[in-house]
């Protein structure tokens, strides 16, 4: 065979191959924004999204979605300019989220016996796929990252509301008040998380009484529509063809 | 030559992997906490535990243990370290092996940060509950903010049972009994599960026709738009109204199902009560110390004055944890960790009792390997080349008095 004939001989096989290289490509990237991804939510987000004594009203609202943005974003920009696949967030958001059950339930659980219910990740995937369906509706980056940032930033709370409920009952122990997330946190000994690193309930948002959560998922969403932006054009960057070709794209 | 040196190649090769699969097959398991590693000077200069009791050694899973004793904050807190303004009472063991089921300073419950006063002395007391059946080293522990943390003595405790036997059931405020251990887990992987299931079926709906290289073939051709069709973005629309619904209306439900609910709670506890020691009539001043490398001791030399009216004797030097004693003048009963033990550590070159009103100047040494086990005797090495620790007093009323000492080192290497 010589370098100009094809390496098919049908158009079944043709098919075939494309839908080969199709797994080939949608495995590695899975794995490789699994990895990637994975490491950015944990370096950015941690211990925000580790434990449920962090998982707070104001700050976990506020950074989760601000530092989770980044991925679908850049995934999308590659998926949908390049090949009109709407699953650029969704896909990236399962990855992660593969990744961080694998990682809670094999180290948390599995090595060092966190219990589950103090260590289960955040749940990302409602403003991932709300992202997504919006990129396809409005084939527009502009549009994706004003409507579908600020609603990636708004779904996060509601989204994981029936999920933290049950922990935010309250419980009295030893004459104190706390939450039973709170109680976890200080029964489940973390030696290298001592009390002082939470960051909850600080700020200075306090005008608005006990309803915070949605001024701060507000906040989240409009810093969201920034970090969408920048992270757009990083996966755009990214998606460039300089690299493999001459007459580059 | 080409053969033999790719052979060579090949074999190395797997030789590597060989010897990369037989490592990770070696794992065994971790068991301190790097309380040997940290600086000297941070364990003899910041937080001396003493009086440490371990309440048992061997304990069933289910079942509770202390560990009690009283700290001083050093007041000759160093200045590399920041200051225990903002501070947890914490326990180093190998993950939640225990649970902590109270931890109390000064008779308060400190389940937040407190703040510290230096100079001062604190008893303190922690409940464990075993969880983990193993032996575990398990240690008092001090974290301070900007100052990271400060392990105590640890001791080796053995923890028996099965860890499914364990149990930890709390009350709420709103009447319910529940096992912490396992509550709303059920809820949990319930909610993960709905969610991944719809997060799928969109991934599906796209990834079952052909992707990549047709796709890309029409994206490259100017046929993007024929890609999505009007099907598609009523299939999208389905999705986000879906999610939109299922997220308003799994809200409401859950605010019906826990209408009763606080945020999380967070605080610095101030004023914490001190414990007063007997007030000290022994004033001792420290004419030099120096560290003697070969022979892993250190040599005091110190001008004891006896103020009070009873004689006194100096029966221990307490230092990082490690107790070095005068067995004529005191004896440990407390089952103090061995390796932390120097049962004859401490010499004294007169230590018949000293009358009151008197002064003497001794030659203080405190030897024992535990000097070099311990690192201590890194202390040369560390960017404030000082020593500290606490002195023991004992009249002949068997009343006991704490000193501390806090002087420059000198290392001798012949």
Not at chain 1, 101 to 129: D, E, H, K, Q
Not at chain 2, 88 to 105: C, H, K, Q, T
Not at chain 2, 196 to 225: C, E, M, N, Q, Y
Not at chain 2, 260 to 288: C, I, N
Request: aromatic share 14%.
């Amino acid at each position: 065979m010589s370098a100009s004939q094809s390496a098919v001989r049908s158009r079944a096989e043709a098919v075939q191959v494309s839908r080969t290289f199709d797994w080939m490509i949608l495995f590695t990237l899975f794995t490789a924004v699994l990895g990637g991804y994975h490491i950015h939510y944990m370096l950015t987000g941690g211990d925000w999204d580790f434990w449920t004594d962090w998982k707070d009203r104001r700050l976990w609202v506020t950074v989760a979605p601000i530092v989770s943005i980044t991925f679908p974003a850049a995934v999308q920009a590659c998926l949908w300019w390049r090949y009109r696949l709407p699953i650029g967030a969704t896909l990236s958001v399962v990855a992660l989220m593969v990744g961080e059950w694998i990682n809670r339930y094999m180290n948390f659980w599995g090595w060092t016996y966190f219990p589950v219910n103090i260590c289960f990740p955040s749940n990302l995937l409602p403003g991932a796929i709300v992202l997504d369906v919006i990129l396809m509706l409005g084939n527009s980056m502009t549009l994706t990252a004003v409507l579908g940032g600020l609603a990636y930033g708004l779904l996060f709370y509601p989204g994981n509301w029936p999920v933290i409920a049950p922990l935010h009952v309250p419980v009295e122990y030893n004459g104190m008040m706390m939450t039973l997330a709170d109680l976890q946190g200080y029964h489940y000994v973390r030696t290298g998380t001592p009390e002082y690193i939470r960051m909850v309930e600080k700020g200075t948002l306090r005008t608005f009484g006990k309803d915070v959560a949605p001024v701060s998922a507000f906040f989240s969403g409009f810093v969201s529509i920034i970090i969408y932006f920048l992270w757009h054009f990083f996966g755009r960057w990214f998606a460039k063809t300089d690299f493999i070709a001459d007459d580059a794209s | 030559m080409k053969i033999i040196k790719d052979k060579v190649a090949k074999l190395s090769f797997v030789a590597l992997l060989i010897t990369m699969t037989a490592a990770m097959f070696y794992a065994p398991t971790a068991s301190a906490h790097g309380e040997k590693s940290q600086a000297a000077f941070m364990r003899m200069r910041t937080i001396h535990w003493f009086d440490l009791n371990w309440s048992k050694e061997e304990v069933p899973v289910n079942e509770t243990m202390t560990i009690s004793g009283k700290f001083l904050v050093f007041a000759g807190w160093p200045e590399t370290v920041d200051k225990p303004e903002v501070s947890f009472l914490n326990i180093g063991i190998p993950g939640p092996v225990f649970i902590r089921a109270g931890s109390w300073i000064g008779g308060q419950l400190v389940p937040r940060s407190v703040s510290l006063e230096l100079g001062e002395v604190y008893e303190f007391k922690v409940l464990l509950k075993a969880r983990r059946p193993g032996d575990w080293h398990v240690h008092s522990m001090m974290n301070v903010q900007g100052g990271g943390p400060i392990i105590g003595p640890g001791k080796w405790v053995t923890i028996t049972g099965s860890m499914s036997e364990f149990v930890n059931p709390v009350t709420t405020l709103t009447g319910q009994t529940i096992n912490l251990e396992t509550y709303a887990l059920d809820n949990v992987y319930f909610w993960h599960a709905v969610w991944f299931a719809i997060a799928f079926a969109w991934l599906l709906f796209w990834i079952k026709r052909p992707l990549f290289v047709p796709r890309h073939i029409a994206v490259s051709t100017g046929k993007a738009d024929s890609l999505i069709s009007a099907g598609d973005k009523k299939v999208g629309m389905l999705f986000a109204v879906g999610t939109m619904v299922i997220v308003a209306a799994s809200m409401g439900a859950t605010n019906e199902k826990y209408p009763v609910t606080t945020p999380l709670q967070a605080g610095l506890l101030r004023g914490m009560k001190t414990y007063q020691m007997p007030e000290a009539t022994v004033s001792v001043k420290v004419d030099d110390a120096t560290y003697r490398v070969p022979g892993r001791a250190m040599q005091m030399t110190l001008t004891i004055t006896n103020n009070g009216d009873s004689a006194v004797r100096l029966g221990e030097f307490n230092t990082a944890g490690v107790r070095f004693l005068d067995p004529a003048v005191h004896e440990d009963e407390t089952a103090y960790p061995d390796d932390l033990l120097a049962e004859e550590g401490l010499t004294v070159s007169d230590n018949s009792p000293l009358a009151p009103g008197e002064t003497r100047t001794v030659e203080v040494t405190a030897s024992d390997a535990a000097w070099e086990v311990y690192r201590l005797a890194d202390l040369i090495y560390d960017p404030d080349s000082r020593f500290a620790g606490l002195l023991f007093f004992w009249d002949e009323n068997g009343n006991r008095q704490l000193v501390t000492v806090d002087a420059p080192l000198i290392p001798t290497f012949i």
